[in-house]
């Protein structure tokens, strides 16, 4: 959960959501002493607001200063300021400061002002009043709104480029798409995303039963949000489809503003400050006597918030109480110095002081992650009193995702891999990435793997290795058939052996290969209409919520073994009762964590057998999972233990396995296959089992079983690759024409196939020869077999 800290510049009081206290700063006299327009961040502790007195200011967290940075002329009323992008501006200066600011006002111009004060450029924009002006995220471009229903298109020098819109009613409000390649705009009680490229269709829908006044687009989330005359806020997706409405408030919605790391939003009306999920429900609400505020500012790091008020004080909000769990470990952010920590177990407590504000926090396997403005913190949940301390060279950490073995932080310069020692290991490095975009659905780690999810081409997903940072296999990343919404990687098991979940655009559930030797990687369907999924920490299992249902797929790796007998190795549970959008928070031991549209946990329980089985199969102890098996009596259970014995080419166990499950078929033909006199050859053939025929191929040829490997795609109708092989190692030609010609007989057909007439001609086919021939082979293969067994 979380909470806002505020202070309104008057008496300046902070305001914790659960406790009162006060601290006041030194009162400026050069504060505001009219309606506060727009405020904006220059760095995480520096803000600068313009206001109705014509001044502007300059405010610094550090000092508790205020001082008056440049005074406008007397008819110039100042109505938006926005800095221009840290990501694009920052080499300059101090890390992470902007350099220039654009602000609009009611004289129709749009002014580029130093953060000096001094006025760089000002432009004729408009007719009448401009209402906003916002930079690209790439910083590329501006784009204005004005009174006169137009929305401009400047450079970065602010030359025009374009007008995209012209209209009779005032544009309120705008911002760009997440790619700096469309407008989203206001229209009375219309919301219009506009692509900047010609002819492209705009999209448009009713948003309000009032004029909408203010709107936003998050980069990271791609979620919309809009705030009304009608007294509502909503949410929705990129293509207009509504997310969240909330309830009637007593007064206008005057503003609304996404955090960066798409997280968390706040939303501004008559003396109410609001902190909300993304999802749309609330966290905290703040009643300050403040007036109006008419804009919302976050700084870089998230972790605060300015306003601008009606009655001419700029209030600051501290977003606190923010609390982790896992397990039986809770650790919340108290202030912005300081986490409590507590065992819920015996109740126990710890509080951890830092030096620097806290700016994210992660609390998974058994460590908790702390970035702070300079350091990085990282605790053992056995020992809370000597934490590796290490120093941030880059900018501000915007997301922190943890594994058993080490963890990822995410900066203005990348990605690092880092060890609980606190040694980095890695940086993997993605041409073009954008690291303030990423998240936890489109960055993912494992013991042994990264994998992230390119913001230009959303359909490839880059994998690395953890440990070194190079890309995993020949180099060349997975690219899905559709755009990719969501990645995870699975937790446990060998590096060989791990899998990565997708969920595309289609909201399609996939499980790829993640390490492919010698071809492309295996993408395998698993279900539909995917909302949200996430891998247990312990075990190989996936949870996901489907349609109305949630689903745990107790090993998913059937898929790759036998497609029939899947459905038989799931739970379903009836998803109704978690209400509308329910998403998976994780899935940790025996318990599927679900947050409910309304913010609250709900936790469903999942049976431990499956894990005990997990177990049991990891360590090879075969016995005891047919024992456990036979104990527990279910079908699924049973059906999990078949693909896993298949997997690992267990024939016993295997075998009992899928007789307990009623598999006939599949029973007869491990029978057929532990006949088989060398280990090669089983093993080849449990490999076409599992539906892998060049896997089987692969291993016969590397044991020297040349003519089983003819026999196998001979059996299989592939000519050609039969032949193939016989050339290539001169060996059985004769057999595989006669056999060709058995085939063609039975169906009355005449030989078309070039390569097969033109080997027809100079091979003499002889039954009794190829018999003998085939007899030899064998009785070779069992002699190979009894010498290896001695």
């Known amino acids: 959960m979380s909470s806002f800290q505020c202070s309104s510049q008057s008496n300046l009081k902070y305001i914790n959501y659960n406790k009162h206290y006060e601290h006041t700063f030194p009162l400026d006299p050069s504060a505001h002493t009219e309606l506060v327009s727009s405020v904006g961040w220059t760095t995480a502790d520096e803000l600068y607001s313009c206001s109705d007195d014509h001044a502007i200011l300059k405010w610094s967290l550090l000092t508790n200063e205020t001082s008056q940075l440049a005074k406008l002329p007397a008819e110039v009323y100042a109505t938006d300021i926005h800095w221009f992008p840290k990501v694009v501006g920052g080499g300059k200066g101090k890390k992470g400061e902007s350099d220039v600011f654009v602000l609009t006002s009611t004289d129709g111009k749009f002014h580029l002002i130093s953060r000096l004060g001094r006025v760089e450029k000002s432009v004729e924009a408009h007719k009448g009043a401009v209402l906003s002006g916002r930079w690209s995220y790439d910083g590329t471009a501006m784009a204005t709104a004005g009174e006169d229903g137009q929305v401009r298109i400047w450079s970065r020098s602010g030359m025009l480029r374009s007008t995209i819109v012209q209209q009779g009613t005032p544009v309120y409000s705008l911002a760009w798409g997440p790619d700096s390649d469309q407008i989203l705009y206001t229209s009375g009680r219309q919301l219009i995303v506009k692509p900047l490229q010609a002819n492209a269709k705009p999209i448009q829908w009713k948003g309000h039963e009032g004029v909408i006044l203010k709107v936003d687009w998050n980069a990271v989330n791609n979620l919309i949000l809009s705030g009304g005359e009608d007294c509502r806020y909503k949410v929705w997706d990129s293509y207009g489809r509504l997310l969240f409405t909330s309830q009637v408030h007593d007064y206008p919605i005057t503003s609304v503003s996404w955090a960066p790391d798409g997280e968390l939003f706040a939303v501004g009306s008559f003396n109410t400050l609001r902190l909300c999920d993304k999802t749309g429900w609330s966290y905290a609400l703040e009643k300050p006597n403040t007036g109006s505020v008419f804009n919302i500012a976050w700084s870089s790091d998230g972790t605060q918030i300015a306003g601008a008020c009606g009655n001419g004080h700029v209030i600051f909000g501290h977003v606190i109480e923010r609390r982790l769990e896992w397990k039986n470990y809770e650790a919340t952010v108290t202030d912005r110095k300081s986490i409590q920590v507590r065992n819920v177990m015996d109740d126990a407590r710890e509080k951890l002081d830092f030096r620097d504000r806290i700016i994210k926090t992660s ?42 073995k080490h963890f990822a932080l995410v900066d203005s310069s990348g990605i690092q891999v880092y060890s609980y020692e606190g040694r980095m290991q890695a940086s993997p490095k993605v041409p073009g990435l954008r690291p303030d975009v990423l998240n936890v659905q489109t960055l993912s780690i494992s013991n042994d793997a990264v994998a992230i999810r390119d913001k230009k081409d959303e359909k490839v997903v880059h994998l690395f290795d953890a440990t070194s940072g190079k890309p995993l296999g020949d180099g060349k990343p997975f690219v899905h058939k559709l755009e990719v919404a969501e990645v ?115 936790s469903t329980g999942v049976s431990p057998y499956p894990s005990m089985l997990h177990s049991y199969v990891s360590n090879s102890r075969w016995d005891d999972a047919v024992r456990l098996c036979r104990f527990v009596k279910d079908e699924a259970l049973w059906a999990c233990l078949a693909a896993m014995a298949a997997y690992a080419k267990d024939l016993n166990t295997a075998e009992v396995a899928y007789a ?78 006669a056999f060709r010609q058995k085939y063609l007989e039975k169906f009355g057909r005449n030989e078309k196939s070039k390569r097969f007439l033109q080997y027809a001609e100079g091979v003499e086919v002889d039954w009794q020869k190829i018999e003998a021939k085939i007899e030899m082979e064998q009785q070779k293969e069992r002699e190979k077999a009894a010498t290896t067994r001695r």
Not at 375 to 403: A, H, R
Request: hydrophobic share 45%; net charge neutral.
């Open 363 to 404: 609390l998974a396997f058994g460590h908790l992650v702390v970035a702070t403005t300079s350091q990085c913190y990282v605790y053992s949940t056995k020992n809370w009193n000597t934490p590796m301390i290490f120093d941030l060279k880059e900018g501000t950490v915007t997301l922190i995702v943890q594994t058993e």
């Open 660 to 737: 307990a499950i009623d598999e006939v078929d599949k029973v007869q033909y491990i029978l057929h296959i532990k006949e088989i006199p060398s280990k090669e050859a089983r093993n080849a053939e449990m490999a076409l089992f599992c539906g892998s025929p060049q896997d089987a191929e692969g291993i016969l040829l590397q044991s020297g079983l040349v003519f089983r490997a003819i026999q196998m795609n001979i059996n299989l109708y592939n000519w050609d690759r039969a032949l193939e092989l016989a050339v290539k190692h001169k060996t059985h030609v004769d057999t595989v024409l």
């Open 488 to 602: 995870a990687l699975d937790q446990c098991g060998p590096a060989p052996e791990r899998r990565l979940a997708i969920v595309d655009k289609n909201r399609d559930l996939y499980l790829a290969q993640v390490r492919a030797v010698g071809g492309a990687r295996k993408v395998i369907k698993l279900g539909t209409m995917v909302h949200s999924m996430s891998w247990n920490d312990e075990t190989n299992m996936l949870a996901a919520l489907q349609d109305t249902k949630l689903v745990v797929y107790y090993f998913p790796n059937a898929v790759y073994v036998d497609k029939d007998i899947l459905p038989k190795t799931l739970m379903e549970k009836d998803a109704t009762e978690f209400g509308k959008n329910p998403q998976i928070v994780n899935f940790l031991g025996n318990h599927v964590i679900i947050r409910r549209a309304d913010g609250s946990l709900v």
